[in-house]
């Protein structure tokens, strides 16, 4: 469980992984959820070096609530997610499937991670639950760039801006927007500063998805994949993804991750194993699986923890009436 990440999008002083969605942190209810879908036989929760303790302390909290008895390990995560997977991955080297799971994604209903589960046990390498899409999707292009062709995988966007999709999207066409770019740096507008930026085309709505966590692997097919992204000099020694600029070429002035995946780096672990060939299965996702990375996401949060808070002391039926229509 990756859990050591800044908050810093959410506007809150302290790592996101110990905020709290009424009374219980992201990391305690991401913890209950995990060890209530028993799919588990272990759990290592990467958390930030500084706040060990405190994730020590939640474990045990979690672990004494839920009457568990499975091992569950508090590491240091490194910088970013893939240096705090790649050190959960050695904590547990005899482990056939892995599971990734965000702490964000704290509201997790048990029944997507046995999907995954029974994917994987079903025969598959790796296994993400999915959504569909339901907004209009366009590629944004910095406007100097109009002219140019859209190169394949220039779809693929930032983590931070959503849950990633699996695959390229190539050859995109079609009618261009102009839009003025905001000062605020993590604007989903692409473009340099000052710069206006280009909407160029419509996507096939129906193919894509929006990809969410646990994602489920062969722990050695993992293990190779995030062996692979180092090695090729994407990923440097500790985990951390290169920018472009600073990728280490093959020789000829070319990066060999970047040229692989159009230009764009992998945002989630399944981009990671994609890219050895390997197919990645897709099982049913659910709406309650919000990444919680905006205040608004948050706010949604709260309310949807406080009617399942309410379901447990009150029964079902205090969530089924909860979510009627008014």
């Known amino acids: 469980m990756p859990a050591a990440g800044s908050g810093s999008r959410l506007g809150c002083n302290e790592p996101k992984a110990f905020v709290r969605v009424n009374g219980r942190t992201l990391l305690a209810r991401s913890l209950e959820t995990i060890i209530s879908s028993g799919v588990a036989s272990a759990i290592v929760v990467a958390a930030p070096e500084d706040f060990l303790l405190q994730a020590k302390e939640e474990i045990a909290e979690a672990a004494t609530r839920m009457n568990c008895e499975i091992s569950i390990t508090a590491v240091a995560g490194?910088?970013?997610r893939n240096s705090s997977v790649q050190t959960a991955l050695k904590l547990k080297q005899d482990a056939e499937y892995v599971l990734v799971?965000?702490?964000a994604r704290c509201l997790t209903p048990p029944d997507v991670f046995t999907r995954v589960v029974a994917a994987l046990q079903s025969g598959a390498e790796a296994v993400v639950p999915v959504l569909p899409m339901i907004d209009t999707v366009r590629r944004v292009v910095p406007h100097g760039a109009v002219g140019a062709e859209p190169s394949a995988g220039a779809?693929?966007?930032a983590e931070g801006a959503s849950d990633g999709i699996v695959g390229?999207?190539?050859?995109?066409?079609?009618?261009?927007?102009?839009a003025d770019r905001p000062e605020n740096p993590d604007s989903a507008v692409a473009g340099g500063s000052g710069e206006r930026a280009v909407v160029r085309g419509d996507l096939d709505r129906a193919e894509l998805r929006r990809v969410q966590t646990p994602q489920g692997f062969r722990t050695e097919v993992l293990r190779r994949a995030h062996h692979e992204f180092a090695a090729d000099g994407a990923g440097l020694a500790d985990g951390t993804v290169a920018t472009e600029n600073a990728c280490p070429t093959d020789g000829a002035g070319s990066t060999p991750w970047a040229d692989r995946l159009g230009r764009a780096l992998p945002t989630d672990d399944a981009g990671l194993v994609e890219r050895l060939g390997v197919h990645v299965v897709a099982v049913d996702g659910d709406e309650e699986a919000l990444k919680i990375t905006y205040p608004l996401d948050l706010v949604l949060a709260e309310q949807l923890a406080r009617m399942r808070d309410r379901a447990e002391v009150h029964g079902a039926d205090a969530l089924d009436s909860a979510k009627e229509p008014r």
């Open 78 to 80: 490194g910088s970013n």
């Open 101 to 103: 799971h965000d702490a």
């Open 155 to 157: 779809g693929t966007g």
């Open 168 to 178: 390229s999207i190539h050859g995109v066409s079609g009618a261009e927007i102009t």
